[in-house]
């Protein structure tokens, strides 16, 4: 299968700051990424699909101004959580499909954010 | 009503047995149907992937939609106990370009 990477794939910081996430396809191009949140015993939820060379779409509910999504390139897209407050608190985790599997979508083990 | 529905768990089973998780949806726009196996703390592994009605075997994992009836299932047969693990399913109905939708998971625990 493809393989979705991230990184960090824990971090700590305090409420109030901004927190950088990258999610990169190791063996494949995406036009096409997308994150997700998932909260303890929760499943996962859609937050926004990131398009490569355009703005990203966000799901309804979750706040552009505050994850900010850039995908500068094909392999490369980033999602910054700004002013981080405790409730943002969460996994969380990134996606992809290889152009070959458009349907199959492949997971980044995940980023652990803890805001304290 | 939520658009996928799962049952939780925690389903607990002895080593060697077949093992049935389902999952109910509302959504008829969905047209592809995944189980990903989740362990704590790390991301989601693709296990099996179908469009269609019908059944998908892979090993020892057998996939099965039912669009009539909106339900899928994934058995496991020959449960191990490095199966035991969140199965989660998920659904999309636009190709790549779709984000998914995933019920809430269902705790397995396989038994020695």
């Known amino acids: 299968g493809a393989v979705v990477s991230q990184h960090p794939s824990w971090v700590i910081c305090k409420s109030g700051t901004s927190v950088k996430i990258e999610c990169r396809s190791l063996d494949f191009q995406a036009t096409t990424m997308f994150w997700y949140r998932q909260f303890p015993k929760q499943s996962l939820m859609l937050m926004a699909t990131?398009?490569?060379?355009?703005?990203?779409?966000?799901e309804q509910g979750v706040e552009k101004d505050k994850f900010l999504i850039n995908h500068a390139s094909l392999t490369l897209s980033t999602l910054t959580v700004t002013s981080a407050h405790p409730e943002d608190s969460s996994f969380y985790i990134c996606s992809a499909s290889p152009p070959t599997q458009n349907y199959e979508q492949y997971f980044g083990p995940g980023t652990r954010l803890t805001v304290t | 009503q939520k658009e996928v529905e799962q049952d939780p768990g925690p389903l607990s089973v002895p080593e060697g047995a077949i093992v049935s998780l389902n999952c109910t949806y509302s959504?008829?726009?969905?047209?592809?149907f995944m189980w990903y196996r989740q362990y704590s703390r790390k991301g989601p592994e693709l296990l099996m992937y179908?469009?269609?009605?019908g059944n998908k075997e892979d090993g020892r994992f057998t996939a099965q939609v039912d669009k009539s009836s909106k339900y899928i299932s994934l058995f496991i047969r020959d449960s191990q106990p490095s199966d035991s693990a969140t199965y989660l399913c998920?659904?999309?109905?636009?190709?790549?370009?779709?984000?998914?939708?995933f019920g809430k998971g269902t705790h397995l625990i396989i038994q020695p």
């Open positions: 179908t469009y269609s009605s």
């Open positions: 998920a659904m999309g109905s636009g190709g790549g370009a779709d984000g998914l939708t």
């Open positions: 959504n008829s726009a969905f047209q592809y």
């Open positions: 990131s398009n490569e060379g355009s703005k990203a779409t966000y």
